[in-house]
Every structure is written in structure tokens, then in C-alpha cells.
């Protein structure tokens, strides 16, 4: 009886050691030549890529109060509603080296300031991003206030963040004068950097 039990535990004995010296948590290899097994990879929520977004635009070696200026003495302009009453617009390298097209990866924030010209009431982004949204030139809009949250629309149109596709952003700026959705590559526009 004893002969019985011995050969299917070690069966099972031996089943659990391969399993065990097989497994992707074990270490393979010695030293430097052990590679961890390869983790699960997924897309950014909205929440955290607008969180790392806005940490990008401040980082410290290179805020975006560092990039180019339109128009190009940085000076602020009059603003327009939904805007501030006075504006400060930056742009980033690859937006300043080609306004007049605006390729993929062109970012434009927009400072929104009060009548006081001192007090920033808010910070309006464009980001292309291909993708984003092929139907209105793949602008991905964002409104964050100036600690950095993301703001959102009034109560009675449901407390949304202001991200993304944003219908009231993308009808406004379809009456610019310049090409896919910008203001920015109106003619008279010029940037520099600073």
C-alpha cells in the first residue's frame, strides 16, 4: 500500500519543482543577465495623463513660460470670452518651428489673465496629438486652473472636465482664420524665441 501512495507523490513532488524552477517570478540566468518578466503595459487614464500633462508643461528645468512666444514680444494681447480679458500665449519648439502648419506634437498653452493683467484666472492648452481626434484636426483641448486641476464646466452641464474633445472649444475655434482649428497661423502672427 505504502509503494502506491510513493509514486504519485512523486509525481506530484516532481510536477511542483518544474513548475516552481519554470516559473516567470523565479530568477533566470545570474547576476546582471536576470531580466524581470515582462509586465503588462496599459494606456494613461484621462485623469493621469492630464495629471503627468500638467506636470510636463512645469517641470523645472523647462516650463513652458521658457518656450517661444506668440505673437513674439511676448507682450500680453486683449482676450475673448471663454478666454481672459487679457491672453500670453507660448509655444512649444515643434509648434514654434512650424506655426504656419502645426504639425503632430505641436502644444499651445494659453495663459488667461484678469483686467488686472496679474491675476491668472486660468491656462487653455492645444495639443496635437495624431489620433486624438481625426475629424477636427487631432486637437486634444485641455483647461486647468492655476494650481493645476483640470477645470470643469459649470453644474448645469454636468461638472465634465474640460479635456479632450471639447465641442464648445472646437466651434469656437472653426472660425479662425488660419488652418485646422488655430489662431495662432493667422497671418499676422509671428513667434520668437525668447
Given at each position: 500500500m505504502r509503494a502506491h501512495?510513493?509514486?504519485?507523490?512523486?509525481?506530484?513532488?516532481?510536477?511542483?519543482?518544474?513548475?516552481?524552477?519554470?516559473?516567470?517570478?523565479?530568477?533566470?540566468?545570474s547576476g546582471s543577465s536576470r531580466v524581470d518578466p515582462p509586465r503588462a503595459t496599459r494606456p494613461p487614464t484621462p485623469e493621469e495623463f492630464q495629471e503627468s500633462f500638467w506636470k510636463y508643461l512645469n517641470r523645472k528645468d523647462a516650463p513652458?513660460?521658457?518656450?517661444?512666444?506668440?505673437?513674439?514680444?511676448?507682450?500680453?494681447?486683449?482676450?475673448?470670452?471663454?478666454?481672459?480679458?487679457?491672453?500670453?500665449?507660448?509655444?512649444?519648439?515643434?509648434?514654434?518651428?512650424?506655426?504656419?502648419?502645426?504639425?503632430?506634437?505641436?502644444?499651445?498653452?494659453?495663459?488667461?489673465?484678469?483686467?488686472?493683467?496679474?491675476?491668472?484666472?486660468?491656462?487653455?492648452?492645444?495639443?496635437?496629438?495624431?489620433g486624438t481626434d481625426p475629424g477636427h484636426y487631432d486637437w486634444y483641448w485641455l483647461k486647468y486652473l492655476p494650481n493645476g486641476t483640470v477645470a470643469r464646466t459649470p453644474e448645469k452641464e454636468g461638472k465634465k472636465p474640460i479635456a479632450g474633445k471639447v465641442a464648445s472649444c472646437i466651434e469656437c475655434h472653426s472660425k479662425a482664420g488660419g488652418k485646422e482649428l488655430t489662431f495662432s497661423n493667422d497671418p499676422k502672427e509671428n513667434v520668437e524665441e525668447k
Open positions: 501512495l510513493v509514486k504519485p507523490l512523486s509525481l506530484a513532488g516532481g510536477v511542483a519543482i518544474l513548475l516552481w524552477l519554470t516559473s516567470p517570478a523565479q530568477p533566470q540566468g513652458y513660460t521658457k518656450w517661444a512666444t506668440i505673437p513674439a514680444d511676448g507682450e500680453m494681447r486683449p482676450g475673448e470670452t471663454p478666454h481672459g480679458k487679457f491672453t500670453k500665449t507660448y509655444a512649444n519648439k515643434v509648434a514654434a518651428e512650424d506655426l504656419k502648419t502645426l504639425p503632430h506634437g505641436a502644444i499651445l498653452v494659453m495663459e488667461n489673465y484678469a483686467e488686472d493683467h496679474k491675476k491668472l484666472e486660468d491656462i487653455t492648452i492645444m495639443y496635437r496629438v495624431k
